[in-house]
């Protein structure tokens, strides 16, 4: 599976930037896609998932203005974030879950998304 993520760049506070990533190959048995962010000294965290029934999950501290969208039906993942703020800034990793024939995990190159202040 590769992944090709895109759509990153930078940004004032309070506004807004769309991430893409499209996965393409061995792309059967997606069990989820969604997004992880890395800070500068910090370690990756998740960010936003859609499964496969599509339900969606969104961590807490994007609750509000991040939207997860796409899916496994097009093998695309959106994330529209809206009023970032300079905590948002970081490389936005996005993945994908395969559970057949054996669990495993897929990551994209991150995107960078700066935001000032």
């Known amino acids: 599976v590769q992944l090709q993520a895109s759509g990153g760049g930078l940004v004032q506070a309070g506004g807004s930037l769309g991430l893409s990533c499209e996965a393409s190959g061995s792309i059967g048995n997606i069990n989820a896609l969604g997004w992880y962010r890395q800070a500068p000294g910090k370690e990756r965290e998740f960010v936003a998932a859609?499964?496969?029934?599509?339900?969606?999950n969104v961590t807490d501290s994007v609750k509000g203005r991040f939207t997860i969208s796409g899916g496994s039906a097009s093998n695309t993942v959106y994330l529209q974030m809206n009023s970032l703020n300079p905590e948002d800034t970081a490389l936005y990793y996005c993945?994908?879950?395969?559970?057949?024939?054996?669990?495993?995990?897929?990551w994209g190159q991150g995107t960078l998304v700066t935001v000032s202040s």
């Open positions: 859609i499964f496969s029934g599509g339900r969606t």
């Open positions: 993945y994908v879950k395969k559970i057949l024939p054996v669990p495993r995990t897929y």
